[in-house]
């Protein structure tokens, strides 16, 4: 009888990537996917820690999984991913039931770790050894029929003050570009049709030395000439990497979305440089404008944090005041929390929780109303979207924009995996509606 296994993925699009190949190796050790954890003999949990939410998430699923064993003790249970690689074998204290603790960088070896597991009561895998990410070299990818990731390069050497990343993901290491062109074809292949590179500073990609050198903007020249790729994205840039090479890709590789999601974390000076960020306000604004002046309709997505320590009144307000200025497509906003390690958890000038929601409170509201308005904005025009699949009420398709919008049309169902022309006639703060141009004479959907 077939084992089968379970995986439970928090986080970064990393994570998916990980435990997507997870699951390709186990399905080729025999194992079977189930979507019942019930069902399963083994249940993995890929687990985030890059804020102290994600890492209490993390422990209290683990809790309820293990409670699980204790009625069903065959089950194997895993834990992976930065929360593993950071607490490692301490885990086993508190968790005495868990049967695997695998690191950030074993997920490759994950065979060899299942095979231990049998024959061991325990088994911990934590070094963080400066291998770049494995080649998969294996089929049946899950999460999409058309769009895949990839990841290109493994670790951080940045140490931003706040980030836990070069402690759970070790120093930067970059795949070989024949590697990554492989595993691009081998995707291309399978039916895919748009890929997103993946790397914590993707922009900080090298591969070999002197001539033989391979950069970010080189490896995106190199993957986009593939026949059948539609779409190549990539995330995430680090503002003080962003060379002009890269801006030149944008205007001179057709396939390249116009998107890119750049973090600024604050909009104080004086908050960046306690950050260790290596840039400044100024700075990221002039490259916004050289982004902006390359490419008038690129979008531009991005990142940014409330209440670092010590970060006062007019400074948050400096950060309000950025976002209005800039007026970014989308932005991800987070509470600061301290993480173990990190050099920012020691640092003087705590701010309260309430008063961390209140300013959050207040910065989404901010970029609510533009992302409101920017999407307002689109209503009557034509954009091209890739049809990926169906919308969540499977009522029509859905697919995203090249800036990463999402769009839900009644179009024909024939038309999935192509990028077609879609009349927006409404909108929301998530989302965008709209009717399908192009016609493949298939079914239509309603
Ligand atoms: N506290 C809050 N947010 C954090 N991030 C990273 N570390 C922390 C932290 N300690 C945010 C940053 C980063 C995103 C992935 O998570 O904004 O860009
Ligand atoms: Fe963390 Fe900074 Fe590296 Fe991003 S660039 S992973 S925020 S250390």
């Keep these: 009888m077939n084992h089968h296994f379970h995986i439970i993925t928090m986080g970064c699009q990393m994570n998916e990537y990980d435990s997507d190949l997870v699951a390709q190796l186990l399905l080729s050790m025999g194992y079977l996917p189930t979507s019942d954890p019930l069902e399963a003999d083994l249940i993995l949990i890929n687990t985030c820690a890059v804020r102290a ?8 699923i683990l809790g309820r999984v293990l409670k699980q064993k204790r009625r069903t003790p065959d089950l194997k249970v895993g834990l992976m991913g930065c929360v593993a690689q950071q607490r490692g074998g301490d885990l086993f204290k508190r968790f005495p039931e868990l049967d695997l603790v695998l690191g950030t960088r074993e997920v490759s070896r994950i065979r060899e770790h299942i095979h231990s597991s049998e024959s061991r009561s325990r088994v911990l895998a934590t070094e963080l050894n400066l291998q770049p990410p494995a080649s998969p070299n294996a089929s049946g990818y899950f999460r999409s029929r058309f769009t895949a990731f990839i990841s290109i390069m493994e670790g951080c050497n940045n140490f931003c003050t706040y980030c836990v990343v070069p402690f759970t993901r070790g120093r930067e290491a970059s795949r070989s570009p024949d590697d990554i062109v492989e595993e691009a074809k081998h ?5 895919v049709r748009e890929i997103t590179l993946l790397g914590q500073n993707v922009n900080s990609y090298s591969y070999g030395k002197e001539e033989g050198q391979c950069r970010f903007p080189l490896l995106l020249r190199k993957l986009s000439s593939l026949k059948e790729l539609l779409r190549l994205r990539f995330t995430t840039s680090h503002p003080k990497d962003l060379s002009d090479d890269l801006i030149r890709c944008f205007v001179e590789i057709p396939n390249l979305c116009r998107h890119i999601h750049l973090p600024f974390q604050s909009g104080s000076n004086r908050i960046l440089k306690r950050m260790n960020r290596g840039y400044t306000r100024e700075q990221y604004i002039d490259r916004v404008r050289d982004l902006r002046q390359a490419v008038p309709s690129i979008a531009i997505t991005s990142d940014v944090m409330v209440g670092f320590p010590g970060e006062t009144e007019d400074e948050f307000m ?12 989308n932005l991800y906003s987070f509470k ?11 640092m003087s000038g705590k701010i309260d929780e309430w008063e961390k929601s209140r300013r959050l409170g207040l910065l989404q509201k901010t970029q609510k109303e533009i992302t409101i308005r920017k999407n307002k904005s689109f209503k009557g025009a034509v954009v091209e979207v890739l049809a990926e699949g169906l919308s969540r009420k499977g009522d029509q398709l859905t697919g995203k924009t090249e800036g990463s919008k999402i769009v839900n049309f009644k179009s024909d169902s024939q038309l999935l995996g ?11 703060a998530n989302s965008l509606r709209g009717e399908c141009l192009d016609s493949a004479g298939g079914d239509q959907i309603y």
């Design 53 to 60: 939410r994600a890492e209490q998430k993390a422990v209290s």
């Design 187 to 191: 995707l291309v292949t399978e039916g």
């Design 318 to 329: 400096e950060t309000l005041d950025l976002i209005r200025q800039i007026e970014f497509d």
């Design 336 to 346: 600061y929390s301290d993480r173990n390690k990190t050099r920012s958890s020691t």
């Design 418 to 428: 192509h990028i077609v022309k879609v009349l927006i006639k409404e909108s929301s």
